[in-house]
């Protein structure tokens, strides 16, 4: 996925309050939602997959997001807040790192249900 180039810059620059702008004026309120995850640390990298802990857990891969918004408001054709806070957070390197599959947690997530 392709970032703004205003967006990546402030990544890259490590100035919170220019990453939150930068994301707002170019984003708007998927932005802002993403900067939320972000600062939040509620994005977690598996060995197979990102995750984004929101309102549940949605896998994020590549292009992709499980959750609602991205499935049903934007029909695949733009990136949900939970893919750009993945993005974002691959340039910063503000994630937790978890050394497991997260597909040996399906059951677990599952019985939360």
């Known amino acids: 996925m392709h970032l703004p180039n205003e967006v990546v810059r402030a990544a890259k620059s490590g100035d919170e309050y220019e990453l939150y702008k930068a994301l707002l004026i170019n984003l708007g309120k998927r932005g802002e939602k993403a900067f939320e ?13 990102f995750v984004v802990v929101g309102k549940e857990e949605y896998v994020v891969e590549e292009d992709s997001c499980t959750c609602p918004d991205f499935i049903v408001n934007l029909k695949g054709l733009k990136p949900c807040a939970h893919i750009l806070a993945v993005e974002i957070a691959k340039i910063t390197g503000n994630y937790d790192e978890i050394d497991a599959y997260y597909v040996d947690y399906a059951d677990d997530i599952l019985k939360r249900k």
Do not use: G, L
């Open 37 to 49: 995850y972000i600062r939040e640390r509620r994005v977690k990298k598996y060995r197979d997959f």
